[in-house]
């Protein structure tokens, strides 16, 4: 999959320790996974580093996200990252309701906002959706719904087959618009 030089693994890296360097002196942010390791073979792209705003204490302030960054192709000509994340999963947390609210929607410039267009295929939103069910599970969360609103059928089919992986169910209202809602019961 890559076919990096060792130039560019030493650029990638330095953007690499830059971005966790900034993640690590943030109070709000919490990391929940780092791969340092550079895999040629590696599904999802590595190295990446997963982090979230979510704060249990605040919850009832704000949505929170969870965050994929990756160096791969994220470097400009000065060894810099071009974007602090590549992929966001937005969510909102019940604490009451023991629930999670997750809202796909398609942004300019983005296929939908848990994979930039031209980082997807690269497990990054699989990586997003695993660390949202750790902590859904950690925060006792029964249930987690949300809708997808694409421009069309085709991000639609992408949303549904990323989600199926971790059996969410989907009710499509308009295939042709994209227009879905889903949902996940975490109660055993």
């Given at each position: 999959?890559?076919?990096?030089?060792?130039?560019q693994?030493k650029?990638?890296?330095?953007a690499y320790?830059?971005?966790?360097?900034a993640i690590e002196?943030?109070?709000?942010?919490t990391?929940?996974?780092t791969?340092?390791?550079?895999?040629?073979?590696s599904?999802?792209?590595?190295p990446y580093?997963?982090?979230?705003?979510?704060?249990?204490a605040?919850?009832?302030?704000k949505?929170?996200s969870i965050?994929v960054?990756t160096?791969?192709?994220n470097?400009?000509?000065?060894?810099h990252?071009?974007t602090?994340y590549?992929?966001?999963l937005l969510f909102?947390y019940?604490?009451?309701?023991?629930?999670?609210?997750?809202?796909?929607?398609e942004t300019?410039?983005?296929?939908s906002?848990?994979?930039?267009?031209d980082?997807?295929?690269h497990?990054l939103?699989q990586?997003?959706?695993?660390?949202l069910l750790?902590?859904a599970?950690?925060?006792?969360?029964?249930?987690?719904?949300?809708?997808?609103?694409?421009?069309?059928?085709e991000?639609?089919?992408?949303?549904?087959?990323?989600?199926?992986k971790?059996?969410?169910?989907f009710n499509?209202?308009?295939a042709?618009?994209g227009l879905?809602?889903f949902n996940?019961s975490?109660?055993e």
């Amino acid at each position: 999959m890559m076919d990096v030089s060792q130039e560019q693994l030493k650029i990638m890296g330095k953007a690499y320790q830059e971005r966790l360097a900034a993640i690590e002196a943030n109070s709000k942010l919490t990391i929940l996974d780092t791969v340092v390791d550079y895999n040629a073979d590696s599904q999802p792209v590595t190295p990446y580093i997963v982090y979230t705003d979510f704060n249990r204490a605040e919850i009832n302030e704000k949505s929170s996200s969870i965050f994929v960054y990756t160096a791969y192709e994220n470097v400009d000509k000065y060894g810099h990252s071009k974007t602090d994340y590549q992929n966001e999963l937005l969510f909102e947390y019940d604490a009451w309701a023991k629930s999670m609210h997750i809202t796909v929607l398609e942004t300019l410039g983005a296929e939908s906002q848990l994979a930039f267009y031209d980082f997807q295929n690269h497990g990054l939103a699989q990586l997003a959706l695993t660390h949202l069910l750790k902590i859904a599970r950690h925060n006792k969360v029964q249930k987690i719904g949300g809708n997808v609103s694409s421009f069309d059928g085709e991000g639609l089919k992408k949303v549904m087959t990323l989600f199926e992986k971790f059996d969410f169910k989907f009710n499509v209202q308009n295939a042709q618009q994209g227009l879905a809602s889903f949902n996940l019961s975490l109660v055993e």
